[in-house]
């Protein structure tokens, strides 16, 4: 009876904060979210062509390296690629266990759909993607002129997504999180494995 009571009052607790995230979510994205506007095209053209960039970086850079016959910067590039497919990979898993229906879908009379979104909301996939190749250029290339652009076109792309309407804050904040986090372990996999190289 002890164990039935506990579990009910922590089914009740999960349930309400869970209904509180749920209200600031869509108070949040109501107001990032408006009727369509000019400037609409802005954000539309940072949120269709941010993949693309994301993956244009690692190539570039590992062809680049292979020009100039530098390791290194194939290294980075290399590194930079295996973040961008882990955290695809971390991505679509999330998405599969979540579920989560787009916000233009789930409130269709408050949120008006000004972008592409194809299957589940959370987390933000082009925000995980974006904040994974701002973390590995930050970590990589540790320059206040690389660091400040990279940052400031990640959080373009979360922006985006929401301003668009097809993902929640809090999809946009778990994108950037599981992005920075993946990019941060294949960083630090890569370093140990270059360590042992060295003292072989």
Not at 42 to 55: G, Y
């Amino acid at each position: 009876m002890k164990i039935l009571k506990t579990s009910l009052c922590f089914f009740l607790l999960v349930s309400s904060l869970y209904a509180q995230v749920q209200n600031w979510d869509i108070r949040l994205l109501d107001k990032l979210n408006s009727a369509p506007k000019p400037q609409d095209k802005t954000w539309q053209f940072i949120s269709n062509n941010s993949v693309e960039i994301d993956l244009a970086l690692p190539i570039g850079l590992y062809i680049a390296g292979s020009i100039k016959h530098d390791a290194t910067i194939k290294n980075y590039g290399l590194s930079m690629g295996v973040s961008f497919l882990a955290n695809e990979a971390f991505t679509l898993l999330l998405k599969r266990t979540f579920q989560r229906t787009r916000p233009f879908e789930a409130y269709p009379e408050l949120i008006y759909k000004k972008g592409t979104g194809g299957s589940y909301s959370m987390p933000s996939g082009h925000t995980s993607s974006a904040f994974s190749t701002a973390t590995s250029l930050s970590l990589n290339f540790r320059k206040w002129y690389v660091v400040a652009p990279a940052y400031t076109y990640a959080a373009a792309v979360g922006y985006s997504r929401m301003y668009l309407g097809v993902h929640y804050p809090s999809d946009v904040l778990v994108g950037a999180l599981l992005g920075s986090g993946t990019a941060y372990l294949t960083w630090k996999i890569n370093k140990k494995l270059q360590n042992k190289r060295k003292n072989r």
